[in-house]
C-alpha cells in the first residue's frame, strides 16, 4: 500500500484517473482487454470526469464490474448506483464498453450475488476504483466486515452510520428513505484485483482514514485491510490526509 497526499480534491482525481487508466492501458497492450471495478459516491466524482475524458483509452477492450447496490432500489431513483453510473461515467465515454456488469438491486439478492460471482471469476480484476466511507466501510461492507468470505458478491445490512452518509451526502431525504440492506463486493474479491485506486478526498473522511491507514487491519474499520495489498495507492487531498499526524 502507498498514500498520496494531493493538493486538492480535483488534483487527487486527476492523480488517480490517470494512474489509473496507465493500468487499464498496460492491461489491454499486455492482454488485450482490461477488467476493471468502478465505485460510486461524491468521493469519486473527480476522479471518473477525469477517467471518462482519457479518449486514448479502447473502452471497446474493457469489462466493468460494479462494486455494490442497494436492494430493492429502482434504478429510476436518485440513489441508484446503477443510474450514478450510467450518467456519470457510461454516457461520457468516447465508445461503449464491450461489458459493464451492474449489480441489480430489484433482482433476486442470492440469485444475483451468484450471476455476479460467476462473471467475475473468469474476469480477474486489473484495477478496482474504490473509496473509503465515513464509518471505514469498502463497499458496503460495513463494521464489523466479512474478512472470510470468499464468495465474491454478498448480501450485506447497512449500519446507520453507513445510512446517514447517503443522507449527508444529498441521495435521500431522510435516513428512512435509505434502504437498509445491500449487494456488495465481499473485501476477499475486492483484495483479489491486481491493482487498487482507492480516492478519499473530504475533512468527514479523516478520522476513518487515519484510523485505516495507521490502525491495526481489523473487521472494525474495514477499510484497514488495504494495508495488506501490495499495489493499493490511496489518494488523499489536504482534508481528508488531516489526522494522519495525529495517530
Not at 478520522?207 to 499495489?231: E, F, I, N, Y
Amino acid at each position: 500500500m502507498q498514500v498520496v497526499i494531493c493538493n486538492s480534491k480535483e488534483e487527487l482525481g486527476r492523480r488517480a484517473a490517470t494512474d489509473g487508466a496507465q493500468i487499464i492501458r498496460q492491461a489491454i497492450g499486455a492482454r488485450g482487454g482490461a477488467n476493471i471495478v468502478l465505485a460510486t459516491g461524491a468521493s469519486q466524482l473527480e476522479m471518473l470526469a477525469e477517467l471518462t475524458a482519457k479518449t486514448d483509452i479502447d473502452w471497446g477492450r474493457v469489462v466493468a464490474f460494479h462494486l455494490d447496490e442497494y436492494i430493492g432500489l429502482p434504478e429510476t431513483h436518485p440513489g441508484s448506483f446503477r443510474r450514478f453510473l450510467k450518467e456519470r461515467f457510461v454516457a461520457r465515454l468516447s465508445q461503449p464498453l464491450a461489458a459493464f456488469h451492474l449489480v441489480d438491486g430489484e433482482a433476486d439478492p442470492q440469485a444475483e450475488c451468484q450471476r455476479l460471482g460467476e462473471l467475475i471469476a473468469r474476469h480477474p480484476i486489473d484495477v478496482a476504483f474504490i473509496g473509503i466511507g465515513e464509518n471505514g466501510h469498502l463497499a458496503f461492507n460495513d463494521p464489523p466486515a466479512d474478512f472470510q468470505t470468499e464468495q465474491a458478491y454478498i448480501v450485506v445490512q447497512l449500519d446507520e452510520a453507513c445510512r446517514r452518509q447517503q443522507v449527508g451526502e444529498g441521495w435521500y431525504a431522510s435516513i428512512d428513505d435509505v434502504p437498509k440492506q445491500a449487494i456488495s463486493m465481499s473485501i476477499r474479491q475486492i483484495m483479489k484485483s491486481r491493482n487498487i485506486i482507492c480516492s478519499v478526498p473530504e475533512l468527514r473522511k479523516a478520522k476513518a482514514v487515519a484510523a485505516a491507514l495507521t490502525g491495526p487491519v481489523t473487521p472494525d474499520v474495514p477499510a484497514s485491510v488495504l494495508q495488506q495489498h501490495p499495489a493499493a495507492t490511496i489518494y488523499l487531498d489536504p482534508h481528508s490526509a488531516s489526522m494522519l499526524r495525529q495517530h
